[in-house]
């Protein structure tokens, strides 16, 4: 049993991101931001697939990222959370065929089927560590694919179902607003890493492949582990430029502390398969 990677994150435009720009790295197209007037492009030879992924209701030209995520850029005020980013390992266990029908069929039946936009991109280097991205809208669409407030006012009621006017303040008093969707709680984070690791477990059990994967962490599986630190784009960067980055250092020497911890067990299945075969 080996646990996902499955990561999630926001772009946030509150610490100077753009989804343009993140849209651009994932995809290796360039794209011109018309909320800042920047062209973004982040030339690539790694991304063996992409594609945006819509609900019935959006419109045709969001098919078009620079459209779709331009979209999104100017409805949003300045300090929006403009998406949610999510990037997950695939299986190295299937061919690259099956990785994106993996990866194709768990975006739309969890996400798209919900009603979000999906961009997702597959990159993979060759270096055994292939990985989706995937961006998925924060608003709703209405029946017309206009984009939909996010949170819808709670009005406080009198006995009669009226609202409650405030003279003082000349408003209607209202509670905590509700949010129009529930794409935002907390509880979908657990319920969207099960269920990628079901949907990984489903083709590898398909294809008779006896290797599977679980959302728990490796203490919540008991396996005597230290987790890997997520390095993010930048660092990344830097890493495959050949330089030598605090946080790099840091996964070379957690690589380090494992490969000792699994060496009694190395050993032993040697011993063993030397033993069966005499």
Request: contains cysteine; hydrophobic residues 30%; glycine residues 6%.
């Amino acid at each position: 049993m080996k646990p996902i990677h499955f990561h999630i994150s926001y772009c946030k435009r509150s610490a100077g991101r753009s989804v343009i720009e993140y849209a651009s790295y994932c995809s290796g197209e360039s794209l011109l931001s018309q909320y800042n007037g920047v062209r973004y492009y982040k030339e690539r030879d790694d991304v063996v697939y992409k594609e945006i992924l819509l609900p019935p209701n959006a419109p045709d030209d969001y098919q078009n990222r620079e459209i779709l995520w331009n979209s999104v850029e100017l409805y949003e005020d300045k300090n929006a959370q403009l998406a949610r980013l999510i990037d997950v390992a695939l299986p190295n266990e299937i061919n690259r065929e099956d990785q994106i029908i993996l990866i194709r069929d768990y975006v739309q039946q969890v996400f798209v089927a919900e009603g979000m936009c999906a961009d997702v991109a597959v990159h993979d280097k060759g270096t055994g560590n292939p990985h989706a991205h995937i961006i998925l809208t924060l608003r709703s669409l209405d029946e017309n694919g206009n984009w939909k407030s996010k949170w819808i006012k709670n009005y406080r009621l009198d006995d009669q179902g009226r609202k409650i006017y405030d003279p003082v303040t000349k408003r209607y008093q209202c509670g905590p607003s509700i949010p129009v969707n529930h794409w935002g709680n907390k509880a979908n984070a657990e319920i969207w890493r099960r269920l990628w690791a079901e949907t990984c477990n489903c083709v590898l059990k398909s294809r008779d492949i006896k290797v599977r994967y679980s959302n728990l962490s490796y203490v919540r599986l008991g396996i005597d582990r230290e987790p890997q630190k997520h390095l993010g784009r930048n660092v990344l960067a830097l890493e495959a430029r050949g330089y030598h980055t605090d946080r790099g250092l840091e996964n070379r020497r957690i690589i380090a502390r494992n490969q000792e911890r699994e060496k009694p067990l190395r050993l032993k299945e040697r011993d063993d398969s030397w033993e069966r075969s005499r």
